[in-house]
């Protein structure tokens, strides 16, 4: 028993002490191998009396698994040391370059019209769409503007037909005639697109971008208008006070009309929309006169109710400092680059608008 | 419309400051464009400092100044006075500004290699003196403090200028601005007083108006003034004339704009000795011409409204007059004409000729029609006035009557539309201010529309001249419900928004291009559709509606690479157009890449992009896009503008119509006839209106989730196959071979060459086998195998590759 025991403490103070792979293999042959130390004591397990067999062998197989446990302790450490010395010599100048990659960017007027739409949804608005070629109806006569209206020549047209029976929309009011045209009230719509008009310098680009904005219902009035836009415009900016002015213009398909002005002021060269006691106008708007809705089936004494159009790459312009409108058209990769946005920051309510 | 707030007094009895009359303005619907002092030819002199004074490389004489003019930056200014110095302050002109003395106009120049932006001034320069020595020497205790001031006063009175809407005609005089005003209550309007105008015998040039169909002019009012001088206008009224940013020419003309601003009544003066006989106003004749005011000769067509006598035509009724019988300086006798002629004549006739003149802005937006005699009694006393001579009895022919509209107001009109009420009796007053009759009963008003406003027509403006006047910020601000009536976007809609994102997640840049391009590059991708010219375009390079998204693209992409991008990935999302009709348009993604996928860097090779780079960013957004990447069918034919041999075209399933979207290389002729400097271009483009989606949700579409966890097996297969032979047959015959078993098949080499007959290629193929109900033992496999085997040489005369 004593000879076990001595045996025991003896390897086990080897493996202990011993941190090298060869002789660690070498304590497992004299140990474990065939004719090994503790193979030869197993052999003797013949020769023992019966009565102490049975400890004997109970003694044998507990020190045998310690020196296992032991020695297997001892290759682990040694291999951890082993793979950690080897790792020191892959060290990497991790301050080289990464592989390349390019970033896409999403262009700020697609953005702004995803923040619009992000924003009338949260008010129950869906959107419509209309073609970019119109006839001269929906363009103009059906929005109470007729061949003979000096309000035309407000509008710079491109035609496409000598008889100027089709033309480029000049607004995105046109969708407002097809979408009531092709339903029944309630409307409650926004309708963003490309709009032209044949004019270009250096703040008129020949083509721009409009969200129309129609709700048709019972007893929509003004005060609804009014609400609907300080909402929007209270959202767009992200700020948490608006100053905003109704003021009294005309538009041949809304009676009354109103052209609506938010205040601004300019700090460190930076305009800051909200506050200050300058002015800037941002959108047109108005009830929806009874000459469309009649033209488009709809009975003015029943239903009555708002529009508004809103110029979308002018407050993309307010809203990321943009100065200069024709720059949002002609492709610069530098300018697309710096103004676009992550595909990734889709606007949203619960996300915020913007980052 | 412009005019100073000294003549709206003359209009209005107002103790209201400038600004208050200003703001009101505004908040009535006549929007102040501005309200300045009109610029002089004097307001480019400004005060300004040397900050430096160095010698003139280039010249003894010359020195080269700093200047400091109150801006930013300082300006550099080449100077030949002896007293330039640094410090002194003088006055500076900017380039352009014309030098009082010699009239000479600045520019921005070069003297003797440097450049000069403008010039420092001396006394004799302004004509302030004679002194010519050197620059003026400015006290610098007085003007420390103004640098960049101008240095001359402006004393001239500011011009207030409104934008008058196109529906407010009486607005385009002064009298018109100052009764809405009173209406609002921001003065009172002041009565007219005409005093008898002393008339004497009668006006015996003989006025008649044609009856006929179309006739334009609905009444002809006139008197003849007699033995005039046409002397120049006195001082009031040049001043007056000035204001309105125009040139005083004689009393006569000067008095009829005038009257034409003050009231919004357009007049005319003939030499009446240049009349032959009589006035007769009449359609025009096909070919008629005259020699107009403009010294243009216009030839009318038929039925244009024309004054006219026995000679033929003198002018265009209410747009402009002739030169046969214009009043010039020894004019002793005129006529004076005051008439009303039909808006959408005047408009017809002008739009035709294309003559702008302030006579037919006013027309065509509608002149009082009641005013034939408060315009000519103005305009005839003041002439008498000023150029003396015997004023005959006031003509007035017409064809017709004019009457007054009436309306029926309803007064809860006013709060169903504007949310808010105001009581009974300010509304009448209200409308009485503005000129109209009144007449309550019960709720309901009885309106007597004003002759001066005929864009009024029915109850509607009647509720926008209330809110107006009763100003806007009376409405209430209602929150908005946010109820919905149906989902914000549509199946298209959310596939747009998903599909722009996911092409821009490939590393592409979005842009926005015009829907319009250059014909010429166009034509590289037209096809067969046709072409859409636009008539009027902005400019000759921009004149046809776009067949396809490329050729903005390509014509921006070489703008770029001219710019020294290489590697640039563009894409739009827009409409092309296939016909003039609305809606004959399609909605596309156009994608290019330009350059190497990758440039030679310290881990990779360089590589060019190529048609692979283009299908894998395509079939990506695809597969992203929720469509199934097995079902996709590709087909090599493709439009013109492609490299024929590196393009291709996919379905979303081989049964499918239309294909939703094309890619490959463009075609190398496009490139070098665009001169377009890359190392490879290539593209993809995707037809929205193409992809016949189903109405189910993505989710409703998910089959349900199956897997297998017994043991799956791969064998590889090298097959000699016909060059023709696609290999997407290759995989379909494979795949078809067990659907249930065979899970995937990747093409890991294809060959072409040595040990390869001419006509062929190897294609190897790793094919993954798993069951779903049982683990295949080795005998299953080799079956399998077989019959690929078997199948493949079959069905496509290949041969497996021993």
Not at chain 2, 150 to 168: A, E, G
């Amino acid at each position: 028993m004593s000879d076990i025991k001595k045996i025991k403490d003896e390897y086990l103070a080897k493996i202990n002490n011993n941190h090298n792979l060869d002789n660690l293999n070498q304590i497992k042959s004299e140990l474990f191998g065939k004719n090994g130390i503790i193979a030869l004591e197993f052999k003797k397990i013949g020769s023992i009396s019966a009565n102490e067999k049975k400890q004997f062998a109970t003694n044998l197989n507990l020190i045998k698994d310690e020196l296992q446990i032991a020695l297997n302790k001892g290759f682990k450490t040694i291999e951890a040391k082993e793979i950690n010395s080897k790792l020191q010599n892959e060290k990497l100048d991790i301050t080289l370059p990464e592989r390349n990659f390019n970033q896409g960017k999403v262009h700020p007027v697609s953005q702004v019209i995803d923040e619009i739409s992000s924003i009338f949804s949260e008010i129950g608005f869906s959107v419509e769409e209309g073609p970019d070629v119109e006839n001269e109806y929906n363009n103009f006569t059906a929005l109470n503007t007729p061949d003979n209206h000096p309000a035309r020549d407000m509008h710079d047209t491109f035609y496409l037909d000598k008889k100027k029976e089709y033309l480029l929309r000049t607004h995105t009011s046109p969708v407002q005639v097809r979408t009531m045209n092709n339903g029944k009230p309630p409307f409650k719509i926004i309708a963003p697109g490309r709009t032209y008009r044949s004019d270009s310098d250096q703040t008129h680009a020949p083509m721009f971008h409009q969200v129309e904005g129609l709700h048709i219902d019972k007893n929509i009035n003004m005060g609804h208008l009014k609400g609907c836009l300080n909402y929007f415009i209270k959202e767009f900016f992200e700020v948490k006070k608006i100053k905003m002015r109704f003021r009294p213009s005309h538009f041949p398909f809304t009676e009354p009309s109103a052209e609506v002005d938010i205040g601004y002021e300019i700090k460190d060269g930076n305009i800051v929309i909200g506050e200050g006691d300058k002015w800037l106008e941002i959108l047109g708007c108005g009830m929806v006169h009874p000459n469309v809705l009649k033209n488009v089936k709809v009975d003015p004494k029943k239903y009555q109710g708002y529009a508004f159009g809103i110029g979308i790459d002018r407050l993309g312009m307010l809203k990321y400092g943009i100065n200069d409108l024709r720059a949002f058209f002609e492709t610069d990769y530098r300018w697309l680059n710096h103004f676009g946005f992550d595909p990734l920051d889709v606007p949203s309510n619960y996300r915020g608008l913007s980052r | 419309m412009k005019f100073t707030i000294q003549w709206l007094k003359e209009h209005l009895d107002t103790k209201l400051s400038d600004e208050k009359i200003i703001e009101k303005l505004t908040f009535i619907g006549l929007e102040v464009e501005s309200f300045e002092s009109i610029s002089s030819e004097f307001d480019n002199f400004k005060v300004a400092k040397i900050v430096s004074a160095e010698q003139h490389p280039n010249a003894d004489r010359l020195k080269v100044c700093d200047v400091d003019i109150g801006q930013k930056n300082t300006i550099k200014v080449v100077c030949g006075a002896p007293n330039a110095k640094k410090d002194l302050i003088t006055i500076y002109a900017s380039p352009g500004t014309i030098i009082p003395k010699n009239k000479m106009k600045l520019s921005i120049s070069k003297i003797r290699g440097v450049t000069s932006h403008g010039m420092l001034c001396s006394e004799s320069e302004l004509n302030i003196s004679n002194e010519s020595d050197g620059i003026i020497e400015l006290s610098s205790k007085k003007y420390q403090n103004k640098i960049g001031n101008k240095y001359f006063k402006n004393n001239s009175p500011k011009i207030l200028d409104l934008s008058i809407t196109p529906n407010r005609p009486d607005c385009l005089g002064v009298r018109g601005v100052a009764r809405d005003l009173a209406a609002a209550g921001y003065g009172k309007l002041k009565k007219i007083n005409y005093k008898k105008l002393k008339s004497d015998g009668s006006q015996d040039i003989k006025v008649s108006i044609k009856k006929e169909k179309y006739q334009g002019c609905n009444s002809f009012g006139s008197c003849l003034i007699k033995g005039i001088k046409n002397v120049e206008s006195p001082q009031w009224l040049k001043n007056k004339i000035i204001s309105l940013g125009q040139k005083p020419i004689s009393a006569v003309v000067d008095i009829t704009n005038y009257v034409m601003i003050d009231l919004n009544r357009p007049l005319h003066a003939y030499d009446a000795d240049k009349i032959d006989k009589e006035i007769i106003v009449r359609n025009s004749k096909e070919g008629e011409s005259f020699e107009a005011l403009d010294n243009k000769k216009y030839t009318l067509e038929k039925d244009m409204c024309v004054i006219s006598d026995r000679s033929g035509v003198l002018g265009l009724g209410g747009i402009i007059g002739g030169t046969r019988s214009g009043t010039e300086e020894y004019t002793k006798n005129i006529l004076l004409e005051s008439a009303y002629f039909d808006p959408s004549s005047i408009r017809k006739t002008s739009k035709k000729l294309n003559i702008e003149t302030d006579a037919k802005f006013r027309f065509e937006r509608g002149i009082d029609p009641q005013s034939n005699l408060d315009g000519i009694e103005k305009a005839a006393k003041l002439i008498q006035q000023i150029c003396g001579g015997k004023i005959s009895r006031f003509n007035n022919q017409k064809i017709k009557n004019f009457k007054n509209n009436n309306i029926k107001f309803e007064i809860h009109l006013f709060d169903r539309i504007t949310g808010f009420e105001i009581k009974t009796k300010e509304i009448i007053k209200i409308l009485s201010d503005l000129g109209f009759g009144t007449k309550l009963k019960k709720n309901i008003i009885s309106l007597e529309i004003p002759s001066w406003r005929p864009d009024i027509t029915q109850p509607i403006d009647i509720v926008e001249e209330i809110v107006r006047i009763k100003g806007y910020d009376h409405i209430k601000t209602i929150d908005p419900e946010k109820t919905r009536l149906k989902p914000t976007l549509n199946k298209t809609q959310k596939l747009f928004h998903f599909l722009q994102r996911s092409v821009a997640s490939k590393g592409y840049v979005e842009t926005v291009t015009w829907s319009f391009t250059d014909e010429k590059i166009n034509n590289y991708f037209r096809e067969n559709k046709h072409q859409i010219n636009i008539i009027n375009p902005i400019s000759s390079d921009l004149n046809v509606l776009r067949s396809s998204i490329f050729p903005n693209l390509v014509f921006y992409l070489k703008k770029n690479i001219d710019r020294g991008f290489r590697d640039i990935s563009l894409f739009e999302i827009g409409p092309t157009f296939y016909g003039k009709e609305p809606g004959e348009q399609l909605t596309v993604i156009g994608a290019l890449r330009s350059g190497k996928a990758i440039r030679s860097n310290w881990l990779e090779k360089d590589r060019n992009i190529d048609v692979y780079d283009s299908k894998r960013d395509l079939v990506q957004t695809l597969v992203e896009a929720g469509f199934n990447k097995e079902k996709l069918y590709f087909v090599d034919e493709t439009p013109s503008y492609y490299h024929p041999g590196k393009s291709g075209k996919v379905y979303l399933s081989k049964t499918d119509k239309n294909p939703i979207a094309f890619f490959g290389e463009i075609h190398p002729n496009i490139i070098k006839n665009l001169e377009i400097n890359t190392d490879s271009l290539v593209c993809f483009e995707i037809y929205l209106d193409h992809i016949n989606d189903t109405t189910r949700k993505l989710r409703e579409r998910k089959s349900s989730f199956q897997y297998s966890d017994y043991q799956k097996s791969e064998r590889d297969f090298a097959f000699i196959v016909d060059k023709k032979i696609k290999v997407q047959d290759l995989v379909n015959i494979i795949s078809s071979v067990d659907k249930n078993l065979i899970k995937s098949v990747n093409v890991f080499d294809v060959y072409e060459g040595a040990n390869i007959p001419l006509d062929k290629k190897s294609i190897a193929l790793n094919v993954n086998i798993q069951s779903s109900d049982k683990a295949l033992k080795e005998n299953d496999l080799d079956n399998i195998s077989n019959l690929i085997i078997s199948e493949v040489e079959k069905r496509s005369g290949a041969k497996i590759r021993s």
